[in-house]
């Protein structure tokens, strides 16, 4: 009797326990699906929004990093980097020495690498942002960072002046890098790949310049010209809207989406400037208006003399790329001989035009669009603008895109022939140190349309066997013909500018 009944009690103590246990784990689990429903709403929640939560008891270690970090990258570039710099350099010398020679300012004969070296410092990427995943297409922005040990030496030729090597010392490149990876179906599962340095921040590559067993008072102006020459090439043609498009494993496939197209056109009417800084010991400034949106594609209005209060009242049209992230660049000169005087300079981001409306803006002039390097204070005028933006239809921006090929073949013909030199030079019209390339573009580019295309022409062997550059087709050219090819440039005619010239 005592045997049946432990057993009976036994039994009945096991499947309590059993019982018992199976309510745990099922409270224990709902505990869990709560919880988890709790951190899902909460990992939804902005910082601000667990502030007004939190209130004074918000704790500071919160943190919600923009940038994932990627210590194992760094590690591994870190190994990588003696491969990958030879290889770079290989790759830059071949690319980037054409642009040298394409963007040179007038007053420099030749501009090349006398020395390469990238060092033994890798560069850092401080994080990585995934942008977006749409179908077919991964944006990523990588936060970069490089001050690394590099020897790189310029050899620069300037006229009547034997070659002058510059060192370029200290530099350090801080930057966010936008790359665009276009999904295929194929092997390697990638069809192409963008890339630009992202408007903002505001790319910055710093640097110092020394020349080695000379002096840059040689040259006036040299190391000026060399800052704007690296700015230009920086701005004309790497930072967005500006990319770099390469095709990946020579699968064929349409990029069109992913290059860079006209996508309006601005009137802008240089009206008046009010109360312009004198320039000159005796007598007045003879001041002339250099606009563009892109550095290479300048128009220039005619000079009034001895005038501080000038009325220009001529038209330009300038092609735009990208309203969301470009200006215009309003630029006011004094005309003289030697170098011409920049008497102020301002700035009008497209962002705020509405299409297809007029309107009136009074700009005040700066010293420099740099606030860090103004150091003049004193009141340099305004300039008055008018400005009308349009938006292209796909039928117009067809029309664009041709007549940016038109003056692309035009262009390589009279670099060919010998007429054009480098494509400031073709800017500039002259040889002389006249100042931020500001001139007439030889009268056989030829005559005639307001509209304008955007891309750059084949830029080196580098990046033409990759495949496209700058949203523009690079194909296998011999390197006359590379060299030949440069920025279409807008071209008004003469006369029907009322003398105005376009640069």
Known sequence: ???????????????????????????????????????????????????????????????????EQ??????????????????AELVIRESVEPLLEEYRPPGITSLKFSKLSLGSVAPKIEGIRVQSLKQGQITMDIDLRWGGDPSIILAVEAALVASIPIQLKDLQVFTVVRVIFQLAEEIPCISAVVVALLAEPEPKIL????????????????????????????NDMLKWPHRIVVPIGGIPVDLSELELKPQGKLTLTVVKANSLKNMEMIGKSDPYVVVHIRPLFKFKTKTIENNLNPVWDEKFELIVEDKETQAVIIEVFDKDIGQDKQLGIAKLPLIDLQAEANKEVVLPLLASLNTLKVKDKKDRGTVTIKVHYHEFNKEEQLIALEEEKRILEERKRLKEEGVLGSTMEALDGAASLVGSGVGMVGTGIGTGVGMVGTGLGAVGSGLSKAGRFM?????????????????????????????????
């Open 471 to 503: 949203g523009r087709t690079l194909t296998g050219q011999s390197s006359h013909a590379r060299k030949s090819s440069s920025s279409s440039t807008p071209v008004n005619s003469v006369q029907e500018n009322d003398g105005a010239k376009p640069l």
């Open 70 to 87: 990627v210590k194992w990258l760094n590690k591994l570039l870190s190994k990588m980097w003696p491969f990958v710099a030879d290889a």
């Open 207 to 234: 640097y110092t310049l020394k020349a080695v067993g000379g002096s840059l008072t040689a040259v006036p102006g040299l190391s000026d010209m060399i800052d704007d020459t690296v700015n230009t090439i920086v």
């Open 1 to 67: 009797m005592g045997l049946l009944s432990g057993i009976f009690m036994g039994v009945i103590f096991g499947v309590s326990l059993m019982a018992g246990w199976q309510h745990m784990m099922r409270r224990r689990s709902t505990k869990r699906i709560a919880k988890a429903a709790d951190m899902k709403i909460l990992g939804s929640l902005s910082r601000d929004d667990l502030k007004k939560l939190c209130g004074d008891n918000f704790p500071e270690w919160i943190s919600f990093p923009v940038y």
